[in-house]
């Protein structure tokens, strides 16, 4: 299908998409090429769905999706519009790690016949972040939020090629960062490092592993990519590793500056992102750092204890 047809389908798709959605769940939106690689799209769901970004490759025969969205609807809406842009049909996804904005589209893919994998280690520590994520977001945005598990098949736990649609990607199984273990996706340049990599957002910092986090920031480096797709905020270049690394840098600092030992306290965590806001000024999802901080507190807290 001619790529201009397949665009005034997409336009289509998107009115009736905007005129039949709740308002809260307004403001997706597509990229239908990234850096000038008409090949990557990416797909922003509404603030909603914590702005989260997933992507497509895009092969001769078909499509391979990268993470699954965080909303049911917003699962539906992004391979619903990646179709519509290729004329093509999604054959395989990918999780990168083990959070609900990854994961929790899994089932919606599934009924439509897409295979969706991860790592076995990715795949083993979904059911306990599900059940936990469960109980904090499943009431507020229900009935938009899985109730099942959606677990991912398993690709294995080691790195290896994937192919669909045309395409192999690889999809390189690293280990602890802003989640216990990582898959992180390789094509032609293209890294897509899931979370580990913000842009124009705060990182997720909950698991207090901040110090394993750097060593997969070189890991990814290691890798050379020319283009960044980041779990959060805007595709860019190498660069964004490098900003990330400051990022996390500057957080220890800012937590070691209030010498962390005992319990995480208020007082400290007014000090501390009050300073991290300034240094940081406009970046979105400040409300990660009340999660963020105390972890990171306690890491520090442990290590200086005898």
Known sequence: MHRSAVVLGLLAVLSVGCASSPPRLKG???????????????????PWGFSTSSYWIEGPTGL?????????????????????????????????????????????LRKRGIRVVTSEQVRAAIPAIHEKRTR???????????????????????????????VTVKAHVLGA?????????????HVFPGDLVANDAHSWLEMGRTEAWLERLEELKALHPKWVHPGRGPSGDAGLLAGERQYLERVIAEVAAEHPQGPFTDVAAQHIRSRIEAAYPGLRFPVFLNIGLPAEWERQARVAAP
């Not at 960062?177 to 340049?189: I, K, L, N, T």
């Open 28 to 46: 997706a939106q597509v990229t239908l090429a990234s850096h000038a690689d008409a090949r990557v799209g990416t797909y922003v769901s509404s």
């Open 64 to 108: 391979i999706l990268v993470d699954t969205q965080f909303l049911p609807s917003a699962a539906e809406e992004f391979v619903t519009w990646a179709e519509a842009v290729t004329g093509k049909k999604a054959e395989l996804a990918i999780v990168l790690h083990a959070n609900p904005d990854k994961f929790n589209g899994t089932d919606v």
């Open 177 to 189: 960062g802003c989640s216990e273990a990582h898959v992180v996706v390789e094509f032609d340049g």
């Open 136 to 166: 904090a977001f499943g009431a507020r945005y229900a009935p938009d939020y899985p109730t099942a598990l959606p677990l991912p098949d398993s690709f294995g736990s080691q790195t290896a090629e994937l192919s669909a649609g045309g």
